[in-house]
Each structure stands twice: as structure tokens, then as C-alpha cells.
């Protein structure tokens, strides 16, 4: 999946070849951003009961980004995402499942707003929803606790026309979850995943 992404990206460098002059990002500008995200949470994450090695896997979905600029350079953006499914192991034997909803909200500085290439950074704030949560142990109730961490990000776009823009994104999330089984705490799931994410924009 991760070549996937590449892919996708750099055909937005070929587009760009062939695009007309764009338009530069300018204060009071709302930017949609509608692509996919691939959740890859950080390995070894972390033990549960003491003694059960806790891996988390994988998931990609489609996700919708809105961005209001205040200046020239400075925006704030708010991700939303389709619900991401993983599926977990433990002491690396599948063990169960759980779905979440990450909503972020990030501050950005674009370095090149007025340019056909623009790169930005961003920083803010993550609060992840978790539920569904399911363990292969007949009647036993699993619950993770929602999260509330830091976030960062990074993305590189291409200007396609005056509306229109391709790009690609790096996310950092903090996200840990303390966990419960049949209400005993069993310790905490340190996900931590980076998300990698390509998109097309839209400038109104």
C-alpha cells in the first residue's frame, strides 16, 4: 500500500507539467483536501496482563482534511476519517479487533503558498474515539479508553490549476489507550501510528 501512496503522489509531479499557472493560496481561503490514509501503528505496543505482547495492525481509509487560512502562510485544519478497523495479536497470535475515529485539528505553516510546488508543517492535537472493541475470549468484554494526544504532520502538493491540487501527508499521533478486561486494568495499548496519506484539494 505504502508504494501505492508513492505512486499516486508523483503522478501529481507528471499533472503538474501540464497544468496551467495556479492560483496562490491567500488569507480567507477554505482548502478541502479528500484522499486516503494508511494507520500504521508503531511496533511493539506495548503488554497487557503483564505478560501478553500487544502488536496492532494496519488500515487504510478514506479520509476528508478542511483548512481555513488566516494569512498567507498560517491555516488550521481539521481531520476527519472513515472509521479505521485493526485487527490486534497477541504474544503474536490474532486476538481480537477494534475500530476508531481520530479527529485532529493541527495549526500549518505553508513555506510556499504563492507557488505550483508547497511544502508545510503542522502541530496540534488528536482525540480518538475507540469502540467495537472485540478479544477471542468467549464472554470476556474487552474496553480501551479513548485517547487525547499531541500531533504532527507534514505535506508536500502540487498545483494542478486555480481550484485543483495533488499532495501527500505525514502524520504523527499520539494515541494510548488504557485497557480493561471484564472492568480489571490491564494496562495501556501504545499505538502511536504514523499515517501516511495522499489527496486532491480543492480551493473555494
Do not use: C
Given at each position: 500500500?505504502?508504494?501505492?501512496?508513492?505512486?499516486?503522489?508523483?503522478?501529481g509531479?507528471?499533472?503538474?507539467?501540464?497544468?496551467?499557472?495556479?492560483?496562490?493560496?491567500?488569507?480567507?481561503?477554505?482548502?478541502?483536501?479528500?484522499?486516503?490514509?494508511?494507520?500504521?501503528?508503531k511496533?511493539?505496543?506495548?503488554?497487557?496482563?503483564?505478560?501478553?505482547d500487544?502488536e496492532?495492525?494496519?488500515?487504510v481509509?478514506?479520509?476528508?482534511?478542511?483548512?481555513?487560512?488566516?494569512?498567507?502562510?498560517?491555516a488550521?485544519?481539521v481531520?476527519?476519517?472513515?472509521?479505521?478497523?485493526h485487527?490486534?495479536?497477541?504474544?503474536g497470535?490474532?486476538s481480537?479487533?477494534?475500530?476508531?475515529?481520530?479527529?485532529?485539528?493541527?495549526l500549518?505553516?505553508?513555506?510556499?503558498?504563492?507557488?505550483d510546488?508547497n511544502?508545510?508543517?503542522?502541530?496540534?492535537?488528536?482525540?480518538?474515539f475507540?469502540?467495537?472493541?472485540?478479544?477471542?475470549?468467549?464472554?470476556?468484554?474487552?474496553?480501551?479508553?479513548?485517547?487525547?494526544?499531541?500531533?504532527?504532520?507534514?505535506?508536500?502538493?502540487?498545483?494542478?490549476n486555480?481550484?485543483w491540487?495533488?499532495?501527500?501527508?505525514?502524520?504523527?499521533?499520539?494515541?494510548?489507550?488504557?485497557?480493561?478486561?471484564?472492568?480489571?486494568?490491564i494496562?495501556?495499548?501504545?499505538?502511536?501510528?504514523i499515517?501516511?496519506?495522499?489527496?486532491l484539494?480543492y480551493?473555494?
Amino acid at each position: 500500500m505504502n508504494k501505492t501512496l508513492i505512486a499516486l503522489a508523483l503522478s501529481g509531479v507528471a499533472a503538474l507539467a501540464f497544468a496551467p499557472n495556479a492560483q496562490a493560496y491567500e488569507a480567507g481561503d477554505w482548502v478541502a483536501r479528500f484522499g486516503l490514509g494508511h494507520v500504521n501503528p508503531k511496533s511493539d505496543n506495548g503488554t497487557l496482563a503483564g505478560t501478553l505482547d500487544l502488536e496492532v495492525g494496519t488500515d487504510v481509509k478514506p479520509t476528508l482534511a478542511v483548512s481555513y487560512f488566516f494569512t498567507d502562510n498560517v491555516a488550521a485544519q481539521v481531520l476527519a476519517a472513515w472509521p479505521f478497523e485493526h485487527d490486534f495479536d497477541l504474544n503474536g497470535v490474532e486476538s481480537g479487533s477494534l475500530k476508531h475515529l481520530p479527529p485532529t485539528v493541527t495549526l500549518q505553516y505553508h513555506f510556499n503558498p504563492k507557488g505550483d510546488v508547497n511544502f508545510y508543517i503542522g502541530a496540534g492535537l488528536n482525540y480518538t474515539f475507540i469502540y467495537d472493541e472485540e478479544i477471542a475470549i468467549p464472554g470476556a468484554d474487552l474496553e480501551l479508553d479513548n485517547s487525547f494526544g499531541l500531533a504532527a504532520e507534514a505535506g508536500l502538493e502540487f498545483k494542478l490549476n486555480d481550484r485543483w491540487s495533488m499532495g501527500a501527508q505525514v502524520w504523527w499521533v499520539d494515541i494510548d489507550s488504557d485497557a480493561e478486561l471484564d472492568g480489571a486494568d490491564i494496562g495501556t495499548a501504545n499505538v502511536d501510528p504514523i499515517v501516511l496519506g495522499v489527496n486532491l484539494a480543492y480551493r473555494f
